[in-house]
Structures are given as structure tokens and as C-alpha cells.
């Protein structure tokens, strides 16, 4: 069973705080099951923003985890904020929380994936002996 989404709010403030860095409520969704952004300011005029993965991208062993994708890093701060602004007309239920540090932590476990990565090295099979 996934956690609320308010006591996963309250838990990643608490991790924030706990590490020195600040952390807010930018927007209260549903307690129980709103989606939740993460909103991370650097403090040098660019943010990064970590969205829900797809449920189609999650297996069904981390199916009552919650995973985090970044959709943007390094963005202006009126880019993210128009980018809420549109889901929130879409998304009554939507929370945003930001979370201001230097070093650019989320606080997101596990780390949201990165879709520009490139992907991890696959085995070579059969095996080389």
C-alpha cells in the first residue's frame, strides 16, 4: 500500500531540514493520492523539476514506491512555474514542493531517473571465460 501523499510531503521537508537545506508547500493537493512535484531551487536562478514516472515504467516490485523522474534541470524558474501552472489547471489534486539547496539534493528516494542519461551497459552474454 503507497503512503499518503501528505505524509510523503511531510517526511521529504523533514529530510530536507534535517540536511540544512530549506523546504516548502508551494501547493497543497489531495492527502491521500494527489500527484507530487518536486520543485528544486539552487539559488543561482535555475531549478530542476522531478515529476512522477509513468506507472507504466514502474515494475511491480517498486509498484507501492513512489519513483521520480527529472523533466527538467538547470531550467529558468518561469519556465517550471509555467510548466505547474498548466498541469495545475489539469490536476486539481497536484502538490508542489520546493525545495531550496545549493548542491541541488532532491531529497527523493530512490533519486528520480534521468531520461538523458545514457542507459546502463548491458552484460555481454555469453559470458567471456
Known amino acids: 500500500m503507497r503512503v499518503a501523499s501528505e ?5 521529504l521537508i523533514r529530510r530536507a531540514f534535517a540536511a540544512g537545506a530549506a523546504a516548502l508547500v ?28 509513468p506507472q507504466s515504467e514502474v515494475g511491480t516490485a517498486d509498484a507501492d514506491d513512489r519513483r ?10 518561469a519556465e517550471v512555474g509555467t510548466r505547474i501552472d498548466r498541469e495545475a489547471r489539469f490536476d486539481s489534486d497536484l502538490w508542489v514542493v520546493e525545495v531550496e539547496d ?19 551497459e548491458r552484460p555481454v552474454w555469453p559470458p567471456k571465460m
Open 7 to 11: 505524509i510523503w510531503v511531510s517526511a
Open 26 to 53: 508551494r501547493r497543497r493537493g489531495d492527502a491521500t493520492a494527489g500527484a507530487i512535484w518536486v520543485v528544486v531551487d539552487r539559488l543561482d536562478g535555475t531549478v530542476d523539476l522531478h515529476v512522477p514516472r
Open 68 to 77: 521520480f523522474e527529472t523533466v527538467l534541470a538547470g531550467a529558468p524558474a
Open 102 to 120: 545549493r548542491d541541488g539534493r532532491s531529497f527523493i528516494e530512490p533519486p528520480p531517473v534521468d531520461p538523458r542519461a545514457p542507459p546502463p
